[in-house]
């Protein structure tokens, strides 16, 4: 079983930055693609960065540029750097794990709030 715990979020002014940060406990070994997602009011959950153990990583067309993914193999944690945020950036952000058998891990997600 593994467990991740994110913390980081809050209430930002347009143009503002926050950083994620997600720490994975337990059967951490097994974890391949770490992430974030995002899930705003009445929307679906939508992908926002992942890497992989070696590094790969992926982004949203509308993050990118703006956000950056980053992983500490060792620690096991997977941080989210986001600049230049905007209004539509308002979203529960969830960690995610997922491991080369299909097996998924979530957060229980943190509130980011962009607005004056």
């Known amino acids: 079983q593994v467990e991740l715990v994110e913390s980081g979020g809050g209430l930002v002014q347009p143009g503002g930055s926050l950083r994620l940060s997600c720490a994975a406990s337990g059967s951490i070994f097994a974890i391949y693609n770490m992430g974030w997602y995002r899930q705003a009011p009445g929307k679906q959950r939508e992908l926002v960065a992942a890497?992989?153990?070696?590094?790969?990583?992926n982004y949203a067309d509308s993050v990118k540029d703006r956000f950056t993914i980053s992983r500490d193999n060792a620690k096991m944690t997977v941080s989210l750097q986001m600049d230049s945020l905007k209004p539509e950036d308002t979203a529960v952000y969830y960690c995610h794990g997922a491991t080369l058998t299909g097996a998924d891990y979530w957060g229980k997600g943190t509130l980011v709030t962009v607005s004056s």
């Open positions: 890497m992989t153990t070696g590094g790969t990583t």
